[in-house]
């Protein structure tokens, strides 16, 4: 297996020429075009790929668990086999440091294990059987048998941040893969080159594995046609996407307006409110501002979960982190930014803030020499301000946060009560602030997916008891998460057996439990402990 | 408590007078309207309902799941107290006879104390654990914890069908009370006397077990403001809905224009297929068209699982089939409808077919002698004309039924493939029909939530592995339940707790399990058998 980019949109198991507009990968770091060009997919090559994924997914949602944890772990092989190619095009395409490329690498394969993992446990079947009761009064019970299956055809939409994890095979695949969904991918226009070296690593193993070929594609587009043409189709039956808010409400809005509405897990936009409570920043300011600003700075500041909102109560132990954090920032280097878009975003959501009469500039990191990269930014607002202007609230995706100055703890949690739903929600709290971060809680409960203590948000750990997600419009659907074994549910759906022969039974179902998961038999759980 | 009927209202611990326009409830067995009208409730009761609801809501959330457990078998026991009253109201409202109304009161009974064995046994929280392992290299993992929370507020709007089951204080009310949501029902136009008495059953059982006032709410009224205005409160935070296609869908559109938009779970339209497979019904011809038409007429025909299409093989097993169910239909009782509306509607519906130059009318029953009664039809068309006709394939709520003639097996199979989702699909088979079942199977499995083998669809078993669901339109969200204890999950969302210290972490995350509930711990699952 080469590292070889060609330019070419994967089918099934062929690769193909679009036919329309091409687009054209950017190297952020000099402004300049990298070569091939990806020519877009058409309506055709949309509606091919959806046919080869609805063809494959009675064959692919009955293989057994185990083959699909074979499966994963040959993408996860495949992947590794591309070697230093694929890391290299990656660099070229996101402007992202080597290191941090190859432990997106690392993530990924790690990520395609776990849910080998989980598929062999089985329990993500939530097998339940309510044995006959044929003797019961006044009615006797059928036998009533229940699994989870497999919800259809779905279509991936990359992130730009995570050109590895959270892209062709990152997350959202990986998941909808275990759960027996055929999935086609519509790689994201600022790494076609790492999203073709990825698809191809997909598609040898499917092969290798002799699944059906429609298991998976890959698709380019340089509109929304392709998107749209996707999430239309009457055979994808969910969708899985990061990006913006507009972006994913778009899905959104085109999934709810077919004949036949399907699920869209969009994850969009968080500005990750971090609270500084009373004896943590007193003890601590200066270690605090510095482990802030290294958290903002971190792949400049682009992450779903950069601490953009900062609350404290005004006093002189805010202002020793202020000062602590500006003076890091200060001195920390620009860095390129993903795309030139994402760079002028960053640009012009930080003038935004720079001209608003109510947030004043503490600090700006060094400019850069490249021509796409983001320098820091800090500034500084109070809780009537933010209250009084919503846009102060608005995510910038980027090194850029706000300090909110608030009166008392009952400020910060107005405040924090305006806010829209998050990803995440942090609180530095000593021993003497248990009562004060008691009161937040359940504030913070409902607006976010996950809550730290006395650490930073960004770092998502892949695990069984992660959420990457919460209430809108961090995502579209709060009640599920797209990183974590707990991912897999977005793609499953319950159906009940009731008086089935046993020869006909899916095998999760049979008397004998030939797969051994564990089940739930009449209320009482049985089998092997998950895990 | 008796069982008195007031016209009122109940908002938290209050009893309320609307100010709009009045409903009052008719005997459909008489035509006759029934004391008292009901004004309806305007924008400020729906505000003021919603508003009690969210300031209870971080207060019963946090209930302990023995708390919880507790109160709902309060409600069935207030729900009993109400005597032969509850049951004399709801004959009256509902047309429906005692026999019927007194198993299902059993069966509001019998879910609300499942759910409460579900509460005490804790596995619905899904509390995960993965620990911290500050040793790993490169980097050390957190401490993280995850469980379900209740999702906020609910709005339950009852079915005409099912007037205690489906209603107040039905499945949707009891799995969202159970998952900690507070719920504001819209009551049944077709019978507020008996939402107001099973809505003073929960009223009371709020008060006697301390429980905050917001934690229940019961609203009237006669247009759709009071339902649109509920679903569009931004303290409302999911919807429960049994009822039309247009009316589901109309709740859909409403939840998603919101500037939040909230999951709806409408359970909606479904036609409900059957199969008489070859062996079958050769074997048992006379003996399937008799149990197919008990459980057409059951009910008036007024169940969601109705089995309103019928597929089988032309020839002179389906003849023999034919003529026994149309001999039963034929001396059948006609029987009371729910409401003059749905009467209207059905008659509207059986004409439409009558007039449908692809349908013949095999039989229709006896007529009846009230102003409401149905009586039951049955009509014939074959394989490709309901290809053509997709009217052929709309539900008609009440006893009538399609059968379809197919020529061979594969046009079955083509046919079912072309229906829009189910909540059923019933094959009847004997051992000879296996391989036939077998090919059918996987089309049945995307298209219903629910697969009967030789049975009927009416009746639906309440227990752990029951689905009633299915893919759109039979219901707006495939990946759920409205029966069983599965839905419970519809009102939660996981939440992660990233080291927080132990004394802030809610009870089931907790290191010494205070709650005793069943954990995922490191991957392994810990504590007590579930049930």
């Given at each position: 297996?080469?590292?070889e ?11 193909v020429?679009?036919?329309r ?8 770091s ?7 060009a990806?020519?877009?997919?058409s ?11 609805w063809?494959?997914?009675?064959t692919?949602?009955?293989?057994a668990p185990?083959a699909?944890a074979?499966f994963?772990?040959a993408?996860a092989?495949a992947?590794l ?5 694929l ?10 440091p080597?290191?941090r ?6 993530r990924?394969?790690?990520q395609?294990?776990?849910f080998?993992?989980l598929?062999?446990?089985g ?8 044995p006959a009761?044929?003797?019961r ?5 059928a ?7 497999a919800?259809?055809?779905v279509?991936v939409?990359g ?7 959270f892209?062709?095979?990152?997350g959202?695949?990986a998941s909808a893969?275990a759960?027996g969904?055929?999935v086609?991918v ?13 698809g191809?690593?997909v598609?040898?193993?499917v092969?290798?594995c002799?699944l059906?070929e429609?298991v ?7 509109g ?9 189709d009457p055979?994808i039956?969910?969708?899985g ?11 959104v ?18 500005i990750?409110?971090v609270?500084?409570?009373p004896?943590?920043?007193a003890?601590?300011?200066?270690a ?6 290294g958290?903002?700075?971190?792949g400049a500041?682009?992450?779903c979960?950069?601490?953009?909102l900062v609350?404290?109560l005004a006093g002189?132990?805010l ?5 602590a954090?500006?003076?890091?920032l ?8 993903l795309?030139p878009?994402?760079?002028a975003?960053?640009?012009?959501g930080?003038?935004?803030l ?12 060094g400019?850069g ?6 320098c820091?930014?800090l500034?500084?607002?109070?809780a009537?301000?933010l209250?009084?202007?919503p846009a102060?609230?608005?995510?910038v995706?980027?090194?850029a946060?706000?300090v909110v ?6 400020e910060?949690r107005?405040a ?5 739903g998050q ?5 530095h709290?000593?021993?003497a602030?248990q ?10 409960e409902?607006?976010?997916?996950r809550i730290?203590?006395?650490?930073w948000p960004?770092g ?5 008891a992660?959420?990457h997600?919460?209430p ?6 709060s009640?599920?998460t ?9 793609f ?6 009731q008086?089935?022969?046993d020869a ?10 030939p797969?051994?998961v564990?089940r739930r ?7 092997a402990a998950p895990?």
């Amino acid at each position: 297996m080469t590292a070889e980019v060609t330019g070419l949109m994967l089918i099934g198991a062929a690769a193909v020429r679009g036919s329309r507009g091409a687009i054209c990968a950017v190297d952020p770091s000099s402004g300049e075009e990298l070569q091939p060009a990806f020519p877009g997919g058409s309506a055709d090559d949309v509606a091919r790929a959806c046919a080869l994924a609805w063809a494959a997914f009675d064959t692919y949602r009955e293989t057994a668990p185990e083959a699909r944890a074979r499966f994963l772990e040959a993408v996860a092989e495949a992947l590794l086999g591309l070697g230093d190619g694929l890391i290299g095009r990656a660099m070229a395409e996101s402007g992202l440091p080597r290191g941090r490329l190859e432990g997106e690498r690392g993530r990924t394969v790690g990520q395609l294990h776990l849910f080998a993992r989980l598929l062999r446990e089985g329990a993500f079947i939530e097998a339940r059987i309510d044995p006959a009761l044929p003797e019961r009064q006044p009615l006797p019970r059928a036998d009533l048998r229940q699994r989870h299956i497999a919800l259809g055809p779905v279509a991936v939409f990359g992130a730009s941040n995570f050109p590895l994890a959270f892209s062709v095979a990152g997350g959202d695949t990986a998941s909808a893969l275990a759960a027996g969904c055929p999935v086609v991918v519509k790689g994201h226009s600022a790494h076609p080159g790492t999203s073709e070296l990825v698809g191809r690593a997909v598609q040898q193993a499917v092969a290798a594995c002799g699944l059906p070929e429609g298991v998976f594609s890959l698709l380019f587009g340089s509109g929304s046609e392709v998107g749209i043409a996707l999430v239309t189709d009457p055979r994808i039956k969910a969708v899985g996407f990061t990006g913006s808010r507009r972006g994913g409400l778009a899905l959104v809005a085109a999934a709810q307006a077919r004949p036949e509405p399907i699920p869209v897990y969009a994850e969009m936009a968080s500005i990750n409110p971090v609270v500084l409570l009373p004896a943590a920043l007193a003890a601590r300011a200066e270690a605090l501002g510095r482990d802030f600003v290294g958290s903002l700075t971190l792949g400049a500041g682009q992450f779903c979960t950069n601490p953009g909102l900062v609350f404290a109560l005004a006093g002189s132990d805010l202002d020793r982190f202020v000062a602590a954090a500006a003076a890091v920032l200060q001195s920390s280097a620009a860095a390129t930014m993903l795309t030139p878009g994402i760079h002028a975003a960053y640009e012009a959501g930080v003038a935004h803030l720079e001209g608003n009469a109510h947030a004043r500039t503490l600090a700006r990191g060094g400019k850069g020499a490249g021509p796409h990269q983001g320098c820091a930014a800090l500034f500084m607002t109070d809780a009537a301000a933010l209250a009084a202007d919503p846009a102060l609230t608005e995510e910038v995706f980027g090194a850029a946060s706000l300090v909110v100055r608030c009166r008392d703890l009952d400020e910060v949690r107005a405040a924090i009560e305006q806010l829209e739903g998050q990803l995440t929600a942090t609180l530095h709290a000593d021993d003497a602030d248990q009562g004060a971060a008691r009161a937040l809680l359940p504030t913070l409960e409902r607006k976010a997916g996950r809550i730290l203590f006395n650490g930073w948000p960004t770092g998502v750990e892949v695990c069984d008891a992660m959420v990457h997600g919460g209430p809108f419009p961090a995502t579209s659907d709060s009640r599920t998460t797209s990183v974590g074994t707990l991912a897999i549910r977005r793609f499953l759906r319950p159906v009940c057996y009731q008086d089935v022969p046993d020869a006909l039974l899916p095998d999760a179902l049979k008397r004998a439990n030939p797969l051994g998961v564990p089940r739930r038999m009449d209320g009482a759980f049985q089998g092997a402990a998950p895990g």
